[in-house]
T-cell receptor
Framework: AQSVTQLGSHVSVSEGALVLLRCNYSSSVPPYLFWYVQYPNQGLQLLLKYTSAATLVKGINGFEAEFKKSETSFHLTKPSAHMSDAAEYFCAVSDLGGGSYIPTFGRGTSLIVHP | DAGVIQSPRHEVTEMGQEVTLRCKPISGHNSLFWYRQTMMRGLELLIYFNNNVPIDDSGMPEDRFSAKMPNASFSTLKIQPSEPRDSAVYFC??????????????FGPGTRLTVL
C-alpha cells in the first residue's frame, strides 16, 4: 500500500533563504507524485507533479522537486523564499498497487517565512 | 472557467440537524472527489466518482454520511444527523481523467462546517 511521510510539520526560514520541504513515499510500483500548496482559507492548488518523465520537475512560483527512486524521496525546494510562500504544503502519491490510482496525501508541512 | 464551486462556504448547525454540502465540478472533468480536512486527521478522501458513478466510498466515516452525483455538473454530500465531531473543512475536487491519481486534482475553496 502506498504512503507518504512529510518530515516536519513546520519549517521556518528567513526571506531569501533556501526552502526545503521533505517528502518520502512508500510504493510497490512506479508512482505518480504531486506537491500541492494551500493558502489560508483556500483549497489546494497544484505546484508540480512527477509522472515518470524527467526526474527533476519544475513547478510554479519557482519551486522544483526531484524524484529519487533509490531514496524514495520527492523533496520540494526553492532557492529563495518569499513572504508570499508562507502556506501549507502537501505531498501526495498514487500508484496502481491497489488496483486503481487513488491519491494519498501527507499530513502537510506549514512553511513560515520570516522577514 | 470558474473552477470548482462549493456552497455554502460556511455552515453552522446544531447537533442532530441535516447538513447538505454542494459542489459543481469543472465542466468536462470525469472524476469528482469529496475530502474532509481536520487538524487531527489531515486530509481524508471520503468518496470519489467517475462519470457520476461512485467508485470508492471506503472513506465515508459511517452511515450518517451519503454522497450523490445526479449529473456531471452537480454533487452533494449529506450528513444526517450531524454531530460535533463532523466539524471540519470539506473539500470537493475534480479531475479531467478517469484515474484520479494520475493527473491534477482541482480543489474548490471548501465548506467550513461547525456542528454545535
Amino acid at each position: 500500500a502506498q504512503s507518504v511521510t512529510q518530515l516536519g510539520s513546520h519549517v521556518s526560514v528567513s526571506e531569501g533563504a533556501l526552502v526545503l520541504l521533505r517528502c518520502n513515499y512508500s510504493s510497490s510500483v512506479p508512482p505518480y507524485l504531486f506537491w500541492y500548496v494551500q493558502y489560508p482559507n483556500q483549497g489546494l492548488q497544484l505546484l508540480l507533479k512527477y509522472t515518470s518523465a524527467a526526474t527533476l520537475v519544475k513547478g510554479i512560483n519557482g519551486f522544483e522537486a526531484e524524484f529519487k527512486k533509490s531514496e524514495t524521496s520527492f523533496h520540494l525546494t526553492k532557492p529563495s523564499a518569499h513572504m508570499s510562500d508562507a502556506a501549507e504544503y502537501f505531498c501526495a502519491v498514487s500508484d496502481l498497487g491497489g488496483g486503481s490510482y487513488i491519491p494519498t496525501f501527507g499530513r502537510g508541512t506549514s512553511l513560515i517565512v520570516h522577514p | 472557467d470558474a473552477g470548482v464551486i462549493q456552497s455554502p462556504r460556511h455552515e453552522v448547525t446544531e447537533m442532530g440537524q441535516e447538513v447538505t454540502l454542494r459542489c459543481k465540478p469543472i465542466s468536462g472533468h470525469n472524476s469528482l472527489f469529496w475530502y474532509r480536512q481536520t487538524m487531527m486527521r489531515g486530509l481524508e478522501l471520503l468518496i470519489y466518482f467517475n462519470n457520476n458513478v461512485p467508485i470508492d466510498d471506503s472513506g465515508m466515516p459511517e452511515d450518517r454520511f451519503s454522497a450523490k452525483m445526479p449529473n456531471a455538473s452537480f454533487s452533494t454530500l449529506k450528513i444526517q444527523p450531524s454531530e460535533p465531531r463532523d466539524s471540519a473543512v470539506y473539500f470537493c475536487a475534480s479531475s479531467p481523467v478517469m484515474s484520479p491519481g494520475t493527473d491534477t486534482q482541482y480543489f474548490g475553496p471548501g465548506t467550513r462546517l461547525t456542528v454545535l
